[in-house]
């Protein structure tokens, strides 16, 4: 069964500071996509950032950046300065038909 | 350009009631996708379509039934509505392949 574990219900940062979200997931395909989305109180599913398992370079969207390691089958989220408009639930999740973890709710403290 | 859309945002059903959510895109994407978000947990896919008169389960079909006729509408179908079925509803549309998908703003039902 494909699976997505995200092993940090909750995490917190301070404003201006780094925080990094862990994700792991399980496939025996070679080819695939993962993603991270962002789901802020008003509870819209945000897409933060797509990395391509094809694709050796971690991908970077601004702010955010991913470090991905396919044989450990790892795909973190890093957030760079954070601002308090990046509190929210984060999911990983894996694969076009999208198969998600249990989020991790991420506080920003000022 | 609207994205996709979804009707009712919020409804109260009794158990045992039928009712259909409304899931409407206007970016011509063929794939659609039904998603049900439990309270504190991760989206768990109900049923997928990838192009019109095509639909599939995932993870979680049972007590839901889909249409595709169009490109643009994907409802969902709750036939005997049970406490179990309260959650929140997503629609998702992509194109195809492992592409973002886009999502809906949801839909909070509530079984009782």
């Known amino acids: 069964a494909q699976t997505v574990t995200q092993s940090q219900p909750e995490m917190s940062v301070q404003e201006a500071e780094t925080v990094t979200l862990s994700c792991t997931y399980d496939?025996?395909?070679?080819?695939?996509?993962l993603f991270w989305y962002k789901q802020p109180p008003s509870r819209q599913m945000i897409l933060v950032i797509r990395?391509?398992?094809?694709?050796?370079q971690n991908a970077t969207e601004n702010r955010f950046s991913v470090n991905f390691q396919k044989a450990a089958k790892s795909f973190s989220l890093k957030i760079s300065d954070s601002q308090l408009g990046d509190a929210a639930m984060y999911f990983c999740?894996?694969?076009?038909?999208?198969?998600f973890g249990e989020g991790t709710q991420l506080t920003v403290n000022p | 350009n609207a994205g996709v859309t979804q009707t009712p945002k919020f409804r109260i059903l009794k158990i045992g009631q039928s009712m259909t959510l409304q899931c409407t895109q206007d970016?011509?994407?063929?794939?659609m996708y039904w998603y049900r978000q439990d309270p504190g947990m991760g989206l768990k896919l109900i049923y997928y379509?990838?192009?019109?008169?095509?639909?599939d389960k995932g993870e979680v079909p049972n007590g839901y039934n889909v249409s595709r006729s169009t490109t643009e509408d994907f409802p969902l179908r709750l036939e005997l509505a049970a406490p179990s079925q309260t959650s929140v509803y997503f629609c998702?549309?992509?194109?195809?392949?492992?592409?973002?998908?886009?999502f809906g703003p949801g839909t909070r039902l509530t079984v009782l």
């Open positions: 998702a549309s992509s194109y195809p392949g492992q592409g973002p998908q886009y």
């Open positions: 496939t025996s395909e070679s080819d695939y996509y």
């Open positions: 990395q391509e398992a094809y694709k050796q």
């Open positions: 999740g894996w694969g076009s038909r999208l198969t």
């Open positions: 970016m011509n994407h063929n794939y």
């Open positions: 379509s990838v192009g019109a008169g095509i639909t």
